[in-house]
Every structure is written in structure tokens, then in C-alpha cells.
């Protein structure tokens, strides 16, 4: 094996990531080495790139970013059990203690310790990643590189979908992002009724009907009333999934929702925002917040989901080779793609 590998990390102060050639990282007795061949650009990335407030709170200069990631194991740490070296697989980012009381009750995605690669430890956008042995999962083969690539993104989708029940539900979801197109086609693979999906950004709309069997709505135009009695729905929606991050998006789904409805809220919102405490109060409304994937739950449930019929591949809109990581990132950053892979083949 080679001594030196390319990464992309955030060596400057200031907006950009950059090719830096770093050693081959030595794993540990319980890790595996990961060479990785396809990566996935993710929101978290763009943050990190333009260097904003959250990022440079967050992040440690000289950091490799990435947390989306597919390989193959290289080599395994030697109390390692289970896994063989060449096996294909992609992995939960988010590492976690074994000492925190919802950690050994087997909550391991409610670990208030919980880091993450490519954000708070080395990340994924590398030749080779070091990764514990318990954070990796096996693809199958039905299951390629560049959608094992996507799996932490899905997982998000499938996480927030998966947290109430949807068959027969009539389904709001606000922002068509990547997350919020691929949970629409989640909610419909899993049986719900209408999945309506807004956004104020006609190209994501666009792209979320290709993937999935949904009714986008441009909110920036359209009124959703009128959606809403177009389908027949009489009292409105049963589940919304907020996952645009941004307040009027929050309102109109509480105003939108049936008495008793339930809320999944993944979108992360800029900072403190005002909420009509009072309409979720009269309403009944139950809000759950969504951080992350359910380990392994989630990963079991969606790969089962993959294998079954489960078809997302049109979200990814773009495929670079590592190189051309700038077109890549600029692509992300006009903000109308839908995933963006890096190859590092
Ligand atoms: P994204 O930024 O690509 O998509 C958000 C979409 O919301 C955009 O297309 C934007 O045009 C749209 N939007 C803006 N205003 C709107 C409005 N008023 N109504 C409807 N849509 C509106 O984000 P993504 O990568 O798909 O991620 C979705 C959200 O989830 C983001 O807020 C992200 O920060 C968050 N996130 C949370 C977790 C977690 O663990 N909780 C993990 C990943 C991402
Ligand atoms: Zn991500």
C-alpha cells in the first residue's frame, strides 16, 4: 500500500477546501481502514467550504472533511471480527461512546457524545479512512458504489420518515432538497396517500418529480389550499416532515396539518426563529426532532428498502472525478443540483 494519499481538507482560514497529500492513518486494534471510493458532497460540506459562522465554531483547521462516503475494508485492526479485508461497505459517520446512559440502553444515535467525521474527526474525503469496526456497514452487491455513497443522506430521509407511521397518510414535506426528495420517495415506497413535497426552488421541484411519484408545489406561487382540495383531502395533512430549515416553511406546515397531526423536523434552522406555540397546543400537535440516523436501525431498514425497490438514483445529478472537486463544490453551492458524487478512483 502506498505511504501517501490525497485528501480534501481545510487547511486556510477562509473559503475553499484543498488537495493535501497526508500519511496513510495507522488504525487502532478495533478499527478498519476504508479505501474509499466514492463520496457524496453534503450540505455540511458547503457550511465547511464557505467557512461560516457554525464552521469556524465548529470545525479544527487542518481538518479532512467528508462524512459520505463507500470503499472497501484494507485492513482490519487486529481484535477485529467480522469483517474481511475487500469487503464493500459504507459506514455510520457519527462515533459514539459506550459510557453514556442511552449508549448502553442500545440508543446509540442519542449519545450526547457523539462526534462526527469530517466534522469534529478526520472525515472521508481521503484515499483511506480510519473508521471503528462498529461503525461500518456491508453493502450488498445490488447495492453500488455511488448509492453506498449516499446512505448517510438516506438515512436522514429514512430516519425522519420512519418516525411515525405512514401507510395511508397524507404526507407534507417542505424543502426539496436532496433529504426532502429522497424522503417523499421513501413515504411513498413505505404506502402513504398523497406525498405533497414544496419548495420555492423550481429546478428542485423538478428533480423530486423525476425521483419520486409526488406532487411538488411551488410555494413561492402556488397556493397549498388549493392543492390540498384539488387532491380531495378534507381536513389536511396527517404527517408533515419539515426539511427545508426555514421558518415560513414550519408555519404553513402547523397551518396545514389535521388536529392531532404529527411533526418530523430534520431542517435546521439558522438560529432562534418565533413559533406559534399556541396553534401546536390547539392543534395537538406532536413534533419530533430527527438528528442523524437510528444505528443500525435505520441503516438495516433502508438497505432492506434499497433491496425491495426503493429507486433513488436521479437525486444524484452530478459525477466528478476527486480533481474536479471545485466543479463539484460549485455545483453544490448554486444550490438547484441534487447529490453531487466525488470519485476517487
Ligand atoms: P437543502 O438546503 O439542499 O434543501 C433545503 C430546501 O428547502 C432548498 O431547496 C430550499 O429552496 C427549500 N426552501 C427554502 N425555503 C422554503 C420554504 N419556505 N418552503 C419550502 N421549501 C423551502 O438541504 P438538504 O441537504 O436536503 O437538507 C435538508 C435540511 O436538513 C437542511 O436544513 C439541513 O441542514 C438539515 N439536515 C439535518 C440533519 C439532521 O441530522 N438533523 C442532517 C442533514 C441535514
Ligand atoms: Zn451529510
Known amino acids: ?132 469496526a462498529f461503525n461500518v456497514v456491508p453493502l450488498p452487491d445490488e447495492i453500488d458504489d455511488e448509492i453506498g455513497a449516499i446512505l448517510d443522506p438516506l438515512g436522514n430521509a429514512v430516519h425522519t420518515a420512519l418516525s411515525f407511521d405512514l401507510v395511508g397518510e397524507d404526507v407534507l414535506i417542505t424543502g426539496a432538497g436532496p433529504i426532502g426528495i ?39 406561487h402556488q397556493d397549498l389550499r388549493e392543492v390540498v382540495a384539488r387532491l380531495k383531502m378534507k381536513q389536511g395533512f396527517d404527517v408533515g416532515m419539515e426539511m427545508s430549515g426555514n421558518q415560513a416553511a414550519l408555519d404553513q406546515m402547523i397551518e396545514n396539518l389535521v388536529m392531532g397531526g404529527r411533526i418530523a423536523m430534520l431542517g435546521i434552522p439558522p438560529g432562534k426563529s418565533p413559533v406559534d406555540w399556541s396553534r401546536i397546543v390547539f392543534k395537538a400537535i406532536t413534533l419530533k426532532g430527527v438528528y442523524g440516523r437510528e444505528i443500525f436501525e435505520t441503516w438495516y431498514k433502508m438497505i432492506a428498502m434499497l433491496e425491495n425497490g426503493l429507486d433513488i438514483r436521479r437525486v444524484i445529478t452530478h459525477r466528478f472525478p476527486i480533481d474536479q472537486f471545485r466543479d463539484g463544490f460549485e455545483v453544490m453551492r448554486a444550490g438547484s443540483s441534487g447529490k453531487v458524487v466525488l470519485d476517487w478512483d
Open 1 to 132: 500500500m502506498q505511504n501517501q494519499m490525497k485528501t480534501l481538507a481545510k487547511i486556510k482560514p477562509e473559503v475553499g477546501l484543498w488537495l493535501d497529500p497526508r500519511p496513510v492513518p495507522d488504525i487502532g486494534p478495533d478499527d478498519v481502514l476504508i479505501r474509499i471510493r466514492k463520496t457524496g458532497i453534503c450540505g455540511t460540506d458547503i457550511h465547511i467550504w464557505n467557512w461560516d459562522d457554525w464552521a469556524a465554531r465548529t470545525v479544527p483547521l487542518g481538518l479532512v472533511t467528508g462524512h459520505e462516503f463507500a470503499g472497501e475494508i484494507a485492513e482490519l485492526g487486529r481484535n477485529v471480527t467480522g469483517l474481511a479485508i475487500g469487503q464493500r461497505c459504507s459506514g455510520e459517520g457519527h462515533l459514539i461512546s459506550n459510557q453514556s446512559r442511552q449508549s448502553r440502553a442500545g440508543k446509540f444515535h442519542l449519545d450526547p457524545a457523539t462526534r462526527g467525521i469530517g466534522v469534529n474527526e478526520q472525515g472521508a474525503f481521503a484515499q483511506y479512512l480510519c473508521l471503528p
Open 182 to 220: 429522497m424522503a417523499a420517495a421513501v413515504a411513498r415506497h413505505v404506502g402513504a396517500r398523497h406525498v405533497v413535497i414544496t419548495d420555492v426552488n423550481q429546478d428542485r421541484l423538478d428533480l423530486a418529480a423525476l425521483v419520486a411519484d409526488v406532487v411538488p408545489v411551488n410555494v413561492a
